[in-house]
Structures are given as structure tokens and as C-alpha cells.
């Protein structure tokens, strides 16, 4: 499995040749799953976003990871794109899994927007795009495949239910700005992989991708005891990790905490 | 704010004297609330926590922490006993709360029982405990504190529910595994706060608390930024930090996480 990390831009051509190049890298060197960063073709302001929006029909980063999925045989987890639907006023930031003949296998829409202050920076990422409404977890080359997207991270009941849903891997395509990424990045996505026993791919953009905003990068891949297989530099590269299954079972057999939730209880009481 | 470390052992009253010597210590240095370890009057085996065990009416432990919480005009929350139920075939492991004046402000009983395999070694904690079935919020001191046990950290849903309910504290008083918490104490303790941006003190047994088996320590006191304020070298001792609530108040301000959840949302869709 691998994780491409890049610096993407306003500028979607060089985005898609830059992110062409590494999934050719990631699948010559073995890799059977590719996953890239969110927003991978194109970061931009609200009007650039809206501007370059594709639809799942016609979009030209759409059909790009189609066929980067079908030339190399393998499952390309894509990122995430802004997608414009029939419709709808606003934008969608939309995970699109493409299997190894380039069909679409699932799309996930992220539920959780990144409208936030940092360092006095403002984000509002709802001025152009809707929150999705639906968690989704697919088959992809033998594996179960829990779908998030960046600030998604920061809600631990969306892995619950990916985790109960039966994943064994959730990618978590991302985009983190550097301060957020030094302080939260590795420790909420190592509590993902412990709590959920599960793998966690995460891709993430790296460096100046918006003018005087600098993300953190560090992609990482984590395994179910939580244990980083391989971490990223701070520059746009692969990362790639054996995930081995039996790891997985072994972990949830010995410690079976997911088994022993106790639903309900999950209620408050008053004080004595 | 203040969490005692201790090596609690089969010897109740040795593990009072050193209890009461640390809380001592706590109090006189200004802690205002102090924190104790998981099963910190009593560890051992079933049977010798079933002849341990106390009432709540009755026990000697329990008079002791409202005798101390009283004597130095302190919030107490006494990690956690083995607690006798009348009418009840197996015991609970609660947490108590007590006010300055000695009273009881709030109990919690384990609702996550641990029942694991770790490096071939068996814990069944069921074998003589049964699950608590309420999480509890209780107001102490001015602040809110939401109470856990140590493998409860493990389920997030938990720490969720106590967030929403208003916590401002979450108290994790534990007797982890060296194994397990060398690989996932601190992280865990940290994502709990970061996610639901709340203070946690987390006071742990250090060392050989039962023959061949070895606890982890390294008591910790996070903030809502997932900070580590202070510590616990591996021996008995107590660590400190100032609780400043106006940072509290300005991380949920300007990344409002806790306000941005999507409960609609929290249900899985069917893949495309």
C-alpha cells in the first residue's frame, strides 16, 4: 500500500501531471493501493474551487484516476476533488475510489467541514462546499475500505462507525495546516488506528499550497496497534507499508476491545 | 490540579499510609484537586479483591478519602476501589468523588471491564466485577469533571458523552500494562483532549503492582490542545499543573469542533 504526498496548487495540469507521476511510481515499485491527498488537482480560493469543480460525468481529474487506476491494475483511493453536482448551489469535497479496471467503487462526501481559526488565519471551507451526509465503507482488492477526509479525523464517532461497519483500512486523505499538523496530526490518526484496530492511510498536501499557508505533510501509514510503518519528509514523495492481515486478527482476538463496547451505557446518569 | 502515582499493592493498610502521605504532599503544595490511581487502596488478585472489597456505608478506604478530601479542603477523586453492592454477587470498580467538606459529590462505576490478552498474560477483570452501566458528569470545585477508569479510555464514545454533558475535566485514574501503555497510554490521554478539548489528569500505578506484572505509570496531565503540562517520572510521586480555563474557553472558540459534529450524519451509506 502507498501514500503519494504532494504540493498542489491553482495550477490543475501541473497538479495532475505532478500526481500522475507518483501513482506511476507507487505502482512500478509494487503497490496494489494508492492513496492521494485531499484536494490533489487543484487548492485554490473559493471562486478557484468553484471555477475548477468537476463533475463525476465529465471531470477531467475524474477520468484521469479512472484510467491511472485501469493502466496500472491497481485501487486508487483519489484523494479527494472538488466535485460540482446537478443542482446543487454548493460544492461537494469528494473521495473517489477507482478499482484496478478504472471502474468507480464508492465515493464518499466529507461529512465534517474545516471552518476554523488557526494562528488567526481564517478557514471557511462551507463558503463554497455542503457537508456530506453519509459514512461510507467499500470493498477494494480484498480489503475493507473505511472512506474520511481530513478534519473528519477530529470526530471519533465517523471511525466508529467505519470500524463497525467491518474497515480494516480508512484513508485519510489530507490537508493540514502546520500548526494544527504538529500538535494533532500523528496522535489523532495513531488513536484512530488503536482505538479501531484498524490500518490508516494517510496522505497528506505539503508546504506553500496557498500563499503564506503552509501544510504540514507527514503522511503517514499507521498499523492496528497503532505503530507508524512509515512517515513521510517534508517534501512531495512516496511512502509505501506491507499491511499484513493476520497482525490485524491477532490484535482484535488478544484485545477485543471493539467487541466489548457497551452501547448502552453510552448515556449520562445524574451525579450522586 | 494534582495526580498521585503510587505502587499500590496486596497490603491495604500500607497502601492508605502511602496514599494519605502523597495526597498530604498534593494539598499542602496548593493542589485544589487531586487525583488518585485506579484501584489505589487494594490490587490482587479475585479472590483477594473480594475480601477487600468495601461498602460505601462502611469502608475503611472510603472514610479515609472523606476524611482527607475534608482535613485538607480539597476536591478528592479517589481513582477507583473495589466496591461491595449490597444484594449483589460480584463487585464493581468505582471511582468517588468528595467535596472539601468530606462529601460524597459523585460516583462512577468501571463501565469498560479489562478482559485482554497481553504478551500471553490473561487479565479478566470480569472474573470478579461486573460493569458499570451510567457515565457521570459531576460539578466540583468550579469546574466540570467527567469521570473514566483506565481501559474505558479506549472507547471514545464515552469520553464524547461526557464532553457534550459539559465536561471540562475528564479524570482517567488507571493501572495500565507496561506493554500497553508504552505504546498507547499518552497517546490515547492526548486524542481524548484534543477531541473534546478538555483538560485530562490521568493518575497511574508505577511498577511492580503484582508479582510479575509490571504497570506503566508516567501519570500525565493534558490540556484541551492535547499538550502534555506535566508528567510522572517511574516511581511514586505526585505532578502538578496550573488549569488555565480561559485556554479552554479559546481553542473551543476558534476551532469549534465540539460544535461542528454532524450526528445526522453517523450512520453508514451503501457503497456506489
Given at each position: 500500500m502507498a501514500c503519494v504526498q504532494l504540493t498542489s496548487g491553482r495550477d490543475k495540469p501541473v497538479n495532475l501531471e505532478r500526481a500522475e507521476r507518483l501513482v506511476a511510481d507507487a505502482a512500478l515499485a509494487g503497490a496494489k493501493l494508492v492513496v492521494l491527498p485531499e484536494k490533489w488537482n487543484?487548492?485554490?480560493?473559493?471562486?478557484?474551487?468553484?471555477?475548477?469543480a468537476e463533475t463525476l460525468e465529465q471531470g477531467e481529474s475524474v477520468q484521469a484516476m479512472s484510467g491511472w487506476a485501469a493502466q496500472h491494475g491497481i485501487t486508487l483511493v483519489g484523494g479527494s476533488i472538488t466535485e460540482r453536482r446537478e443542482g446543487r448551489q454548493k460544492l461537494s469535497n469528494t473521495s473517489l475510489v477507482f478499482g484496478p479496471e478504472g471502474e468507480l467503487v464508492a465515493l464518499y462526501r466529507k461529512i465534517h467541514l474545516f471552518d476554523v481559526e488557526?494562528?488567526?488565519l481564517v478557514y471557511r471551507e462551507s463558503e463554497?462546499?455542503?457537508p456530506g451526509e453519509e459514512a461510507v465503507v467499500c470493498r477494494a482488492g480484498g480489503?475493507?475500505?473505511?472512506?474520511s477526509i481530513c478534519y473528519d479525523v477530529r470526530f471519533p464517532e465517523l471511525y466508529r462507525i467505519l470500524a463497525l461497519e467491518g474497515a480494516q483500512i480508512v484513508t485519510v486523505p489530507a490537508h493540514f495546516t502546520e500548526r494544527t499538523g504538529r500538535d494533532h496530526w500523528e496522535?489523532?490518526?495513531?488513536?484512530?488506528a488503536i482505538e479501531n484496530q484498524c490500518f490508516v492511510l494517510a496522505a497528506a498536501q505539503v508546504g506553500e499550497t496557498r500563499p503564506d499557508r503552509r501544510s504540514y505533510g507527514r503522511s503517514l501509514i499507521a498499523d492496528p496497534w497503532g505503530v507508524v510503518l512509515a512517515q513521510a519528509p517534508d517534501e512531495p514523495t512516496v511512502i509505501w507499508a506491507d499491511l499484513d492481515r493476520s497482525r490485524l486478527e491477532e490484535i482484535r482476538r488478544?484485545?477485543?476491545s471493539l467487541?466489548?463496547?457497551q452501547p448502552h451505557a453510552y448515556r449520562r446518569s445524574s451525579p450522586a
Open positions: 487543484l487548492i485554490g480560493d473559493a471562486d478557484e474551487l468553484r471555477s475548477g488557526v494562528d488567526g463554497a462546499e455542503e480489503w475493507s475500505l473505511g472512506l496522535v489523532l490518526l495513531r488513536a484512530r488478544s484485545l477485543p467487541a466489548s463496547r
